[in-house]
């Protein structure tokens, strides 16, 4: 979520249609036939400088949101591979959708294949998938922050193998923003439990641009949604609840987890504000000490 990609490497409408449907780049090549070798993704060369403070995008207000889905064929990035790609840019003002896409990416094989339905032979049929990735590179450049429900499974994709690393603001629909009460979620609600309680329709899952619609459809439903963007930016530390065993109920109903990150505590990353609003006092967790995800 801070600076854009580098200009250079954002490729323009023109160079979009004039891509060639070349074989595979060399540093991932793709075997006819599925190999029994393992794939191990290398982590790709950024696009985009170092990130600004957060309190900046929130200063300048959020204009453009790319609400961002991603299947994948495992849970790990280094050994395993992303196969799909959801995107849709977003303008906050209006509320409205102003481009989305879907792409597929081939892989030899996917595990994960009985929760996303994508078969790897599919992800391998002839389509223009490399200039959908030049598209989606455009996409992060032209949007101010990216969103995601729980961002930190989807952010730690983009880096490797062939999808860019982004240097820019995200903001976790699950973890990041307090839902309006009268919504009556739980903390840290699903995206099925979130666009039901907008009266959004569920009709499918595990598929990366439907994930999208349903974020994009709940955004266009809130009432004060630059209000919830700017809080759900806030900076935010891992804090431990300090609480008892017979009050544990108050830090679970307030979306703190047990022994997760950190073991033997009640912790959740959260802003000051936030932490001021609980019914019961925190401490800062030494994040860094005990090597917690900052996302």
């Not at 490497?9 to 891509?19: C, F, I, K, R």
């Not at 049929?125 to 455009?138: A, G, H, I, N």
């Not at 039901?196 to 598929?207: D, E, F, M, N, T």
């Not at 349903?214 to 949604?225: K, S």
């Amino acid at each position: 979520m801070e600076d854009e990609i580098h200009p250079r490497t954002a490729p323009t409408q023109l160079d979009l249609l004039n891509v060639s449907l070349e074989p595979e780049r060399p540093k991932r090549s793709q075997p006819a036939e599925p190999s029994n070798q393992s794939q191990t993704s290398v982590p790709t060369k950024a696009l985009a400088p170092p990130t600004v403070a957060i309190e900046a995008v929130v200063r300048s207000k959020v204009e453009t949101l790319l609400i961002i889905d991603t299947e994948t064929t495992g849970l790990d990035p280094e050994h395993d591979h992303c196969v799909e790609v959801g995107a849709i840019l977003f303008d906050v003002r209006s509320q409205s959708v102003l481009h989305q896409l879907s792409f597929l990416l081939p892989v030899q094989s996917n595990a994960a294949e009985p929760i996303n339905h994508i078969p790897a032979s599919v992800s391998r049929c002839p389509q223009p998938w490399r200039q959908s990735l030049d598209l989606f590179v455009e996409l992060v450049a032209a949007a101010d922050v990216l969103v995601a429900h729980n961002a930190a499974f989807d952010r730690q994709w983009f880096g490797f193998g062939e999808l860019p690393e982004i240097a820019k603001p995200w903001l976790c629909t699950m973890e990041d923003i307090c839902w309006p009460k009268d919504r009556q979620l739980k903390p840290r609600p699903s995206v099925r439990d979130l666009a039901l309680a907008y009266g959004i329709p569920v009709w499918a899952a595990h598929r990366a641009l439907t994930d999208c619609i349903y974020l994009a459809e709940v955004l266009a439903r809130c009432d004060d949604l630059e209000t919830l963007l700017d809080r759900g930016l806030e900076p935010r530390q891992w804090m431990r609840a300090n609480v008892s065993y017979a009050d544990r109920s108050l830090a679970k109903e307030a979306g703190f987890r047990w022994n997760e990150p950190v073991k033997g505590s009640w912790t959740r990353r959260l802003s000051a504000r936030e932490a001021e609003e609980l019914p019961f006092d925190t401490n800062v967790v030494d994040a860094e000490a005990l090597n917690l995800p900052m996302g």
